[in-house]
């Protein structure tokens, strides 16, 4: 078989590729992924109780990127949705990211009041201040606050998601974790949210639906690399994986779920409840909140972080150390020297954590530059 493009990956990174090659480009493209589905992890589809499930995990859609909510909506119309989440914090459900209502419903109202008070004049309404930030405050209220958020929304979820403790991971990680100034509840405050209203699946389908574009699914492109002729691949699977390990094993953190369906409409209030302390779990998605589904019954999936072992689990989340950092940059100068005749994206490709519109911006940009050099 011969194309133009052999793109590995149906997920996001490689859908986007893939579309813009063959409306732009008016080249042939072979895709191949090795699951039984398109759109990677953001895959969605009904369970036998007729229930629509972000397979997995939950996959909410946000950006600030006008470029990227203009692309996907050629292929989707939006459901709007501004995500929630609570967290279990001293047997009381709150909001994350930590914020000003929050420390009205732990604290006694005076103590409260004084530390909102600080919070304000000192940051100003509206701020996101790093906890590491706080922790450094001359104010003895703003440092106990930072110590609480730290010590009870953040260390111990860090020791469940990572499987090892803050200090240890990338100072960029701890850096970002903040306490907001603020009493907006939503989890994000990008200005696009919203979710595509026949779900993530179908606007994959979408994207690849061109007369350019083949699909081989449960296809493993080391199995057929010998029988495709093609001119440049763009390669969203593992980067250590397509090297043959020849530098070692880039470490990610997996998942397993617990999926269960209850005989009523719903059974938490809020979209994700996070449990930071307590069990060894990190969270709980009811999915429905997400979709916006009616149903008489209702799933949820509890997310337990495992070790990523290769060729049995799901590599999800690329681990944010120095080290593996410095791993990742051996891979990088190997795909160098292939002068650009490989195109490496996606967060297994980029050993990158991406939200959605993340990859779909890279992609875009990526495609953009290479398409102005030939």
Do not use: C
Request: a neutral charge; charged letters at 20%; proline letters at 5%.
């Amino acid at each position: 078989m011969k194309v133009d493009w052999l793109i590995v990956g149906a997920g996001l990174t490689g859908a986007t590729f893939a579309e813009r090659i063959a409306n732009e480009r008016g080249e042939s493209v072979l895709i191949l992924d090795q699951r039984d589905h398109i759109a990677g992890n953001a895959w969605d589809e009904y369970n036998s109780f007729g229930i629509l499930e972000h397979k997995y995990g939950p996959h909410i859609f946000h950006t600030n990127s006008k470029q990227v909510w203009d692309y996907l909506s050629q292929f989707t119309e939006w459901r709007p949705y501004f995500h929630k989440v609570l967290g279990s914090i001293d047997g009381k459900l709150v909001p994350l990211p930590f914020n000003l209502n929050s420390i009205d419903q732990l604290f006694p109202s005076s103590m409260a009041e004084r530390i909102i008070s600080k919070l304000v004049n000192v940051y100003g309404y509206g701020s996101r201040v790093p906890i590491l930030e706080l922790l450094k405050a001359s104010d003895e209220d703003l440092r106990f606050i930072a110590d609480y958020a730290y010590k009870n929304v953040f260390e111990q979820y860090t020791l469940k998601q990572w499987g090892m403790r803050p200090e240890d991971l990338s100072p960029a990680v701890t850096s970002r974790v903040p306490i907001l100034v603020s009493r907006d509840d939503r989890y994000f405050q990008d200005t696009f949210q919203a979710m595509p209203l026949l779900g993530f699946g179908v606007m994959v389908r979408r994207m690849l639906s061109h007369p350019k574009i083949r699909i081989m699914l449960k296809t493993r492109w080391q199995d057929i690399q010998d029988q495709i002729i093609f001119d440049r691949m763009v390669f969203t699977g593992p980067i250590d994986e397509f090297f043959q390990f020849k530098h070692g094993k880039l470490p990610y953190r997996s998942l397993k779920f617990q999926v269960d369906t209850f005989p009523f409409e719903l059974s938490q209030s809020a979209a994700v409840i996070n449990y930071p302390n307590e069990y060894d779990y990190t969270r709980i998605t009811e999915m429905k909140w997400l979709t916006g589904q009616r149903h008489s019954q209702t799933t949820t999936f509890t997310e337990f972080p495992i070790p990523h072992v290769h060729g049995q689990t799901v590599p999800y989340y690329p681990i944010p150390t120095e080290d593996n950092k410095q791993l990742f940059k051996l891979y990088q100068e190997e795909s160098d020297a292939l002068q650009g005749k490989v195109i490496f994206a996606g967060r297994l490709g980029d050993y990158m954590y991406y939200n959605m519109d993340q990859a779909v911006a890279r992609a875009l940009m990526l495609f953009s530059k290479m398409n102005k050099n030939g």
